[in-house]
């Protein structure tokens, strides 16, 4: 890709360490390597650490850094240049809130989001989509890998901890709440360089800071297990069965919504939407569209169908 530049040197990669949620073994010191390795490549470039969050309220951010600063207790630092927390950019305090994942609870969320764009259902993979469907009407439900450069002022991040306790668990081993609060991280390697448990759960720490980062307003965590030792090394507590006050939004924040979506590559929600929300059928007439044109004109004059009723349609399209 970088030899199909016609002005060498004029491009700019960008990459974030703690959001790989997918296998493509992103380093940084990979692409310091590639870079040494091209004496062309190397005049000129330099590193830039972006450090401010424009997108996320300070409480999210706050919950976000204090990840980062458990996952850096448990293995040590990921590399120099992913080595900062967060610091937020706004005004917006936003809102943190655990609510457990009772029948009457979850019921009462999903009536007051189900007719939302604002609102946005997260599970941790794919296969966890089935039970939360289950529970949540809303269209906008996604796994984390699916919600990856999305965004929603609220996120509901459902059964993350209770539907897998013991790869969250096991992060949770060796850290001291005591340690955490830092307002930046100091650099520091694993202990044990042979250590390879990082690999191990690298995906669960990082779906989960992916998945808190989608919110701009507030994140819900829904758990059944409300002692699990992740919720208190975050120092979320419980919220009550307080209910969110929602405004429904109207047909065409839908159709935007959709379009947005669709134009992201998320066909199943945009499919979804249009289903549920916008309930769009089938016309019980013929759909003068470019296919709908095409098939007539090929029944017509390559065809040769019998009769005069595809001619009366092409006629009538034509004058129109």
């Known amino acids: 890709i970088l030899a199909a530049l016609r002005t060498p040197g004029a491009f700019v990669l960008g990459g ?18 590639l870079f040494w390795a091209d004496p062309r490549m190397t005049s000129g470039q330099d590193l830039q650490v972006l450090t401010h969050n424009f997108r996320n309220g ?38 943190i809130r655990l609510l457990d994942a009772k029948p009457s609870a979850l019921q009462a969320l999903n009536r007051q989001i189900s007719q939302s764009t604002q609102y946005a259902v997260l599970v941790l993979r794919e296969e966890d989509k089935a039970a939360a469907r289950a529970v949540f009407s809303t269209p906008l439900l996604f796994s984390v890998q699916e919600a990856k450069g999305l ?16 790869p969250f668990a096991t992060l949770c081993e060796g850290v001291s709440k005591a340690g955490l609060g830092a307002e930046t991280l100091t650099f520091r390697r694993a202990k044990d360089k042979g ?18 980062t989608r919110a701009v307003e507030s994140v819900m965590l829904v758990e ?12 979320i507590r419980s919220s009550g069965e307080e209910g969110v006050q929602v405004q429904a939004s109207s047909r065409k924040d839908w159709q935007k919504e959709a379009r947005k979506l669709e134009l992201q590559g998320k ?6 939407i249009r289903s549920r ?7 019980p007439r013929p759909v003068f569209n470019a296919r709908g044109v095409e098939e007539l004109t090929r029944k017509i004059f390559i065809d040769q169908v019998v009769g005069n009723k595809w001619r009366q349609q092409l006629f009538e399209y034509a004058a129109f």
């Open 195 to 212: 250590d390879k448990s990082l690999e191990v759960y690298k995906f669960f720490v990082n779906a989960l800071y992916v998945a808190i």
């Open 277 to 283: 929300i916008l309930q769009d059928q089938t016309p």
């Open 267 to 272: 066909a199943e929600q945009a499919e979804a």
């Open 58 to 95: 300070r409480k999210v951010t706050g919950m976000a850094n204090r990840l980062l600063e458990i996952k850096q207790q448990r293995f040590g630092s990921i590399d120099r240049e992913s080595n900062f927390l967060v610091d937020p950019v706004g005004d917006s305090a936003g809102q």
């Open 151 to 166: 965004e929603y002022p609220h996120i509901v991040l459902y059964r993350f901890l209770s539907d897998h306790r013991a």
């Open 224 to 235: 059944s297990d409300d002692q699990h030792p992740l919720l208190d090394l975050l120092d």
């Open 16 to 33: 974030d360490a703690n959001q790989i949620v997918h296998p493509n073994f992103f380093s940084w010191a990979q692409i310091k390597s």
